[in-house]
């Protein structure tokens, strides 16, 4: 069982180095349990790191009610990045508005006009970025590392829970009293844009219910991939 106290504490000293030395960077939050966890260690701290979502039009009504929970609870606005609307008519006029079942290909299209786009306008200026990602979560991650060089950015992308397990998120959100999205309550472990995520079945993978029609090895939205391709972006040693 891993040391959760051990965990939290090298969690705040990555989050504490971020802000002291990396200046500005900012937080892409899914929302889900994971970045919960690293919302609280942030806004607790008084940290001056922002948060953003990318608010694809397509989320559940559940994970879109966590940007008034965070507001409610810890004061903070969390800022929202949404697709541009001409490049979702063209998509849909041209494919159909669920053309992201046909294919590998028209699926990618869509997380890349929703999701790759805009973050790359969230990230514009920053000199380092923040996700929520963990080893544990699915084969694509495995290698996962804390901090990594993202040369696709031009910045530094860390990772802070990456050795974090789920019984560690889980610990630290009641221990904490945490906020979360409810559909964690109802078999959503991992979650993303409404018609591409589904609740799991016990014993499941965690991302079984990520675009559930799909090979694992393809099970990336792009946010984390250079050129259509998955790529483990070069591990940086910690200094």
Known sequence: MSDLHSLVENTQATLRRIA???????????LAAEDMVLADLILKAK??????????????????AMVDRI?????????????????????VR????????????????????????PLN??????????????????????????Q????????????PLADWSEEDVWNYIRANNVPYNALHDKGYPSIGCEPCTRAIQPGEDVRAGRWWWENPESKECGLHVVDGKLVRIKAVAAT
């Open 20 to 30: 002291d030395e990396f200046s500005p960077a900012v937080f892409a939050s899914s």
């Open 47 to 64: 940290l001056p790191i922002g948060i953003f979502t990318l608010e694809t039009g397509r989320l559940h009504k559940e994970t879109l």
């Open 71 to 91: 507001r409610e609870t810890y004061g903070h606005e969390v800022k929202l990045y949404k697709p541009e609307p001409a490049a979702i008519d063209a998509y």
């Open 94 to 117: 041209q494919n159909g508005l669920n053309a992201f079942y046909d294919s590998v290909d028209m699926r990618k299209e869509c997380c890349r006009i929703r999701k790759v786009e």
């Open 121 to 146: 306008r969230a990230l514009a200026g920053n000199k380092a970025w923040i996700t929520g990602q963990r080893r544990s979560q699915s084969t694509t991650r495995a290698e996962l590392a804390v």
């Open 148 to 159: 990594e060089d993202d040369a696709a950015h031009g910045m530094t992308k860390f990772n």
